[in-house]
């Protein structure tokens, strides 16, 4: 082994080993309110596991080989590195931040570690063109079928709590909490019921102004927070694996509130809020009528269900959707939740309105389709022309009002 190359091998594990202090600090260490390490026990293995092959693998590889590990781990190591530097913003810097943004040179180290790598190893010789084709085809299918959907579980695993505005709901309301059955201490606004109804609105940021427009016609609305999100306890989870009992807890709370009626619950949900919104009003019964807007992909459970795309483009994504599906698994502890497509006939006799935008994200607008034709009655859908991803009330803010007010008028009425 050659001192040039044990020297590459000695900067490669220094920065690696940045990256797994701060996935210990993260992990085990510094955690979000109402969290213990035991949860954390798939993350903290298999990522120690990949960083400690790496550093004991890469002075064997080839150059190819070494010049892609130091790529892709440096890919990784900034995408957490830029999440800790958006968590730094909002508040400034504190607690695991520190160690976070030390990801940054980090990642800048093995991105240039890896192409350097690469550039000294050249050659000149044989089938040049050729060889640089396929290691471009291999690189792109490594950012594709690794980076990418890697990068995104960690994105929807680490994301960081934005600000609440106290101001931006715009009318008189309660701040209140409740707690979830695995013991998470969960934030909601509440404003009370003038007609003896409540709906949920999820999440609490970007929902103020759905829940202004049902309190005008006099329904009370709770907006939560989902877990690990803005003031609420727990981890995150962007794709929301694990976070229908927040819901249940939510009904709970207005089970409690006296202004309010037996059966006269419902739900509001945008994005994967709505996808939660169905999975929950499968199971609760409180949970009287659901509107569900921009419900798309959670896991590879549902990647097959998309109406209309070609085999070949099916083929393509499994693959990418399977790797999300596994990461997002190792690094948030949990399994998958069911698959809405088998889980939402399940609300009936209950009601479900489906909604999803004309310019929406491509997922939503391939997947409520489906979702409408595997409800039972009573259901409805809309396709809200000129929306964009959960853009209704602002694309067509008449007709949504008539039409989301007007379905819980007839499905939380008085008995």
Same mark, same amino acid.
């Not at 829940?211 to 794709?239: C, I, T, W």
């Given at each position: 082994?050659?001192?040039?190359?044990?020297? *590459?091998?000695? =900067?490669?594990? *220094?920065?690696?080993?940045? %990256?797994?202090?701060?996935?210990?600090?993260?992990?085990?260490?510094?955690?979000?309110?109402? !969290?213990?390490?035991?949860?954390?026990?798939?993350?903290?293995?298999?990522?120690?596991? !990949?960083?400690?092959?790496?550093? %004991?693998?890469?002075?064997?590889?080839?150059? $190819?080989?070494?010049?892609?590990?130091?790529?892709?781990?440096?890919?990784?190591?900034?995408?957490?590195?830029?999440?800790?530097?958006?968590?730094?913003?909002?508040? $400034?810097?504190? +607690?695991?931040?520190?160690?976070?943004?030390?990801?940054?040179?980090? $990642?800048?180290?093995? =991105?240039?570690?890896? $192409?350097?790598?690469?550039?000294?190893?050249?050659?000149?010789?044989?089938?040049?063109?050729?060889?640089?084709?396929?290691?471009?085809?291999?690189?792109?299918?490594?950012?594709?079928?690794?980076?990418?959907?890697?990068?995104? @579980?960690?994105?929807?695993?680490?994301?960081?709590?934005?600000?609440?505005?106290? +101001?931006?709901?715009?009318?008189?309301?309660?701040?209140?909490?409740?707690?979830?059955?695995?013991?998470?201490?969960?934030?909601?606004?509440?404003?009370?019921?003038?007609?003896?109804?409540? !709906?949920?609105?999820?999440?609490?940021?970007?929902?103020?102004?759905?829940?202004? #427009?049902?309190?005008?016609? &006099?329904?009370?609305?709770?907006?939560?927070?989902?877990?690990?999100?803005?003031?609420?306890? &727990?981890?995150?989870?962007?794709?929301?694996?694990? @976070?229908?009992?927040?819901?249940?807890?939510?009904?709970?709370?207005?089970?409690?509130?006296?202004?309010?009626?037996?059966?006269?619950?419902?739900?509001?949900?945008?994005?994967?809020? &709505?996808?939660? #919104?169905?999975?929950?009003?499968?199971?609760?019964? &409180?949970?009287? *009528? %659901?509107?569900?807007?921009?419900?798309?992909?959670?896991? !590879?459970?549902?990647?097959?269900?998309?109406?209309?795309?070609?085999?070949?483009?099916?083929?393509?994504?499994?693959?990418? /959707?399977?790797?999300?599906?596994?990461?997002?698994?190792?690094? @948030?502890?949990?399994?998958?939740?069911?698959?809405?497509?088998?889980?939402?006939? /399940?609300?009936?006799?209950?009601?479900?309105?489906?909604?999803?935008?004309?310019?929406?994200?491509? #997922?939503?607008?391939?997947?409520?389709?489906?979702?409408?034709?595997?409800?039972?009655?009573?259901?409805?859908?809309?396709?809200?022309?000129?929306?964009?991803?959960?853009?209704?009330?602002?694309?067509?803010?008449?007709?949504?009002?008539?039409?989301?007010?007007?379905?819980?008028?007839?499905?939380?009425?008085?008995?």
């Amino acid at each position: 082994m050659n001192l040039r190359k044990i020297s *590459a091998a000695g =900067v490669f594990a *220094a920065a690696t080993g940045t %990256v797994a202090l701060h996935i210990l600090v993260d992990q085990a260490v510094l955690l979000e309110p109402g !969290v213990s390490p035991v949860d954390h026990l798939s993350a903290i293995a298999v990522s120690l596991a !990949v960083a400690g092959l790496g550093i %004991v693998l890469y002075p064997r590889l080839g150059a $190819g080989p070494r010049s892609s590990l130091a790529l892709v781990f440096g890919a990784l190591a900034l995408t957490g590195g830029w999440l800790a530097l958006s968590d730094a913003r909002v508040g $400034g810097p504190a +607690g695991d931040d520190w160690t976070g943004l030390l990801q940054l040179p980090a $990642g800048l180290t093995l =991105v240039g570690l890896g $192409g350097w790598t690469l550039w000294r190893s050249r050659r000149r010789e044989g089938h040049r063109y050729l060889r640089r084709g396929l290691y471009a085809l291999a690189a792109l299918a490594a950012l594709y079928y690794l980076v990418m959907p890697v990068g995104m @579980s960690l994105v929807a695993t680490q994301r960081p709590r934005a600000e609440l505005d106290p +101001g931006q709901l715009g009318i008189a309301h309660e701040e209140v909490t409740f707690t979830t059955a695995d013991g998470l201490e969960l934030s909601a606004w509440y404003v009370p019921s003038q007609n003896g109804a409540a !709906v949920i609105t999820f999440p609490r940021i970007g929902t103020s102004e759905h829940a202004r #427009m049902l309190a005008k016609h &006099g329904y009370g609305v709770l907006l939560v927070d989902m877990r690990g999100y803005e003031e609420s306890q &727990g981890d995150p989870n962007m794709f929301g694996w694990g @976070s229908a009992g927040d819901l249940d807890a939510a009904v709970a709370y207005l089970q409690q509130r006296p202004e309010l009626e037996d059966g006269r619950i419902g739900g509001l949900g945008l994005s994967v809020c &709505g996808e939660l #919104m169905l999975e929950a009003a499968a199971d609760n019964q &409180g949970l009287a *009528a %659901v509107v569900s807007e921009g419900a798309g992909l959670r896991s !590879v459970r549902e990647s097959l269900v998309r109406e209309g795309p070609h085999p070949v483009e099916l083929a393509l994504q499994w693959p990418q /959707d399977a790797i999300l599906t596994a990461a997002t698994a190792v690094l @948030s502890g949990d399994a998958p939740p069911p698959a809405l497509d088998e889980h939402i006939a /399940d609300i009936s006799p209950r009601a479900v309105f489906l909604l999803y935008g004309e310019k929406g994200q491509g #997922m939503e607008k391939v997947l409520n389709p489906p979702y409408f034709e595997a409800a039972a009655e009573p259901k409805e859908i809309w396709e809200i022309p000129g929306a964009t991803h959960t853009g209704g009330l602002k694309a067509e803010p008449r007709e949504y009002e008539e039409r989301v007010v007007g379905f819980f008028n007839r499905t939380l009425a008085p008995e």
